[in-house]
């Protein structure tokens, strides 16, 4: 798959050991500096190394100073400072999916919280998600979502689309059938055979998909349950969700 382009002078902040790493492993060239706690330096022996080699800065910090950069403390002793990617648009996602093979997309419609986004990630790089659709106007992934996916958004291609483009008549033209979760009076999830091209599509949190999402959508699904809650959170249902379309067609 081609790598998407980089806008110019982008940069973000990722931290989290396994996100880094991650990011090491697919795309060191977009390293431009790396904060680490001396209780680090052993797991990224390897990456000061290369730091050392390409003459790219680094520094030993302490807790309290990774609590500053990363405005967070959930950071566990490192971060990067990484170029970001610009993501690709709907088009160039959907040509990296052959015709005649399995593909499952997500698109987001309205999901914000980056924990929920980073949970997801990680779901979808597990269970094999060709990429995530962001709607025109979504601000870039945070780095807040890209610790809680644990490296999962390196896996998974990031696309988003135009103002103003159709984006189900390019995904209907491509060969791909558009679900929607709803939490009743969908069809059952484990009695249902889903189709090999795919996007699961996921609305806002609290609020669901719009009305008019769900009516353009080709299949509505539910997820069963023992009733005791009204519905899962939308990463949980994803989860599930991206589970099933494993055992179908990727396990």
């Not at 490296?151 to 103003?164: C, I, N, P, R």
């Amino acid at each position: 798959m081609p790598a998407p382009a980089t806008r110019r002078g982008e940069e973000i902040r990722v931290y989290g050991r396994n996100a880094c790493l991650a990011v090491f492993a697919r795309r060191s060239q977009d390293v431009r500096k790396v904060y680490l706690t001396e209780a680090r330096i052993a797991d990224f022996k390897s990456v000061l190394a290369w730091c050392v080699k390409n003459r790219i800065g680094y520094r030993v910090v302490e807790s309290d100073d990774l609590d500053r950069l990363t405005e967070a403390q959930h950071h566990e002793g490192v971060c990067f400072d990484v170029r970001r990617q610009a993501p690709l648009s709907l088009t160039e996602l959907l040509q990296t999916c052959a015709p005649s093979q399995p593909a499952l997309l997500i698109w987001l419609d309205g999901v914000g919280n980056p924990h929920n986004v980073g949970a997801m990630l990680r779901s979808a790089a597990n269970f094999g998600v060709r990429g995530l659709i962001l709607p025109a106007g979504a601000p870039a992934l945070s780095g807040a979502a890209l610790r809680v996916a644990e490296g999962g958004a390196e896996s998974v291609a990031l696309a988003q689309a135009h103002a103003g483009e159709d984006v189900l008549a390019l995904l209907h033209n491509a060969g791909f059938k558009v679900a929607a979760t709803v939490p009743r009076d969908g069809a059952p999830l484990y009695k249902s055979s889903l189709p090999l091209r795919l996007v699961l599509i996921f609305g806002a949190e609290g609020e669901g998909l719009s009305a008019e999402q769900i009516r353009r959508a080709d299949l509505r699904l539910t997820i069963p349950g023992s009733g005791a809650v009204e519905s899962l959170n939308v990463s949980a249902s994803a989860a599930v969700l991206f589970a099933e379309y494993w055992r179908q067609h990727g396990g």
